[in-house]
């Protein structure tokens, strides 16, 4: 992939997460008998091209990467007889969790694909394939196609094992052993300190890391498997975003977050190396994309799934323009954290640091 194809399949990829997520909204308002404004492929003036059927206009509009829903009845003052409000409690919380839902759905079809037509690797080996930019690895000269064949002196090690070898040494100076086009090498290396969690997840714990990716061999999966393993891998995905938040929270530290500008250079970054780490990160993303507007976040969907189950409760809908000022809050403050978060991409990025694993 040249840098120009490299770019426009971010662009594709992001546009495709959040086009999904719009049309899960726009297909649950449909099916529930909600009126919609306008379906939105972008955003912007002027639109390229529309059309109306029925209430609702479709359009394609300058800004094609981003999409957005109107659906009647969820602006102060809107009182459409089909509108949001008009509707059962269980029909709005329908309508606001489908986008998530084809979020997650989407991964499992990227990891369907992955199976299917990529292939998922079955055996890793201890041979070099990448070597990350800036990391230990790179520093010391190890290149791709070089096979780590021991540690400090111990040899015949299982991939496992020399993983967790290097992890039990950060910040500590360690001997490689390799074998370099038939000829065998020690290299000095001090692994970098990352932080992860021991097996049990019970407490975070500093680990080595050098910075390399390792070969794998890739097998194709018939479709059922390709299923079934998506739905696992989606599930595990969510599961794992879940237990960091829960983890961050229970030991009083914040998690590490990474920002647009972040997620953008490590697709960039997998889309140099293969397809197949492209396609995972994209996956990853439209999961995160989902769990995070699921949580109860104004304005995100979670915090309006919230608020419709608290009516529920009290029988009586909250000030709608009081929901509008709480909503308005709670975007400002995010796109405070967007700001930050980019700002602090780019200076990791000025400063030579490296955003990917």
């Not at 969820?74 to 269980?90: A, C, I, V």
């Not at 999966?221 to 599961?239: D, H, N, R």
Request: hydrophobic content about 50%.
């Amino acid at each position: 992939m040249d840098v120009f194809a490299r770019i426009i399949a971010i662009a594709l990829a992001f546009g495709t997460t959040v086009l999904v997520h719009e049309a899960g909204h726009f297909v649950a308002a449909r099916l529930s008998g909600m009126a919609v404004y306008e379906f939105s492929i972008g955003f912007g003036r002027p639109l390229l091209f529309w059309f109306r059927r029925g209430e609702t206009q479709y359009s394609f509009r300058l800004w094609p990467f981003f999409s957005f829903t109107r659906v009647a009845g969820m602006e102060p003052g809107d009182d459409h007889p089909e509108g949001f409000h008009k509707k059962s409690r269980l029909a709005q919380m329908f309508v606001l969790a489908t986008g998530c839902v084809m979020n997650f759905l989407l991964a499992v079809a990227i990891f369907v694909f992955m199976g299917a037509v990529l292939g998922r690797p079955v055996e890793v080996s201890n041979t070099v394939d990448r070597v990350f930019r800036g990391s230990p690895a790179e520093q010391v000269g190890l290149a791709p196609g070089d096979e780590l064949i021991g540690i400090n002196g111990r040899t015949d090690l299982s991939h496992g094992e020399l993983v967790k070898a290097i992890q039990q040494h950060p910040e500590q100076p360690i001997v490689l052993e390799i074998e370099r086009a038939g000829e065998r090498l020690s290299i000095n290396i001090t692994p970098e300190k990352v932080m992860g969690w021991t097996e049990d997840g019970e407490r975070s714990v500093p680990q080595g890391r050098i910075g390399v990716g390792f070969r794998a061999r890739m097998e194709r999966l018939g479709i059922w498997e390709s299923v079934v393993g998506g739905f696992k891998l989606t599930v595990a995905a969510i599961y794992e975003l879940a237990g960091g938040i829960f983890k961050s929270i229970r030991h009083g530290k914040g998690p590490e977050l990474v920002g647009p500008v972040g997620v953008l250079q490590l697709m960039y970054k997998e889309a140099e190396v293969d397809w197949r780490y492209f396609f995972f990160i994209f996956a990853m993303v439209t999961v995160s994309i989902g769990f995070i507007n699921l949580l109860p976040i104004p304005p995100l969907d979670g915090s309006r799934l919230v608020i419709v189950a608290l009516e529920a409760i009290r029988r009586k809908p909250f000030d709608k323009r009081k929901e509008i000022i709480v909503h308005l809050i709670g975007f400002v403050l995010l796109l405070g954290l967007f700001v930050l978060l980019t700002f602090q991409d780019i200076t990791r990025i000025l400063v030579g640091g490296d955003l990917g694993p």
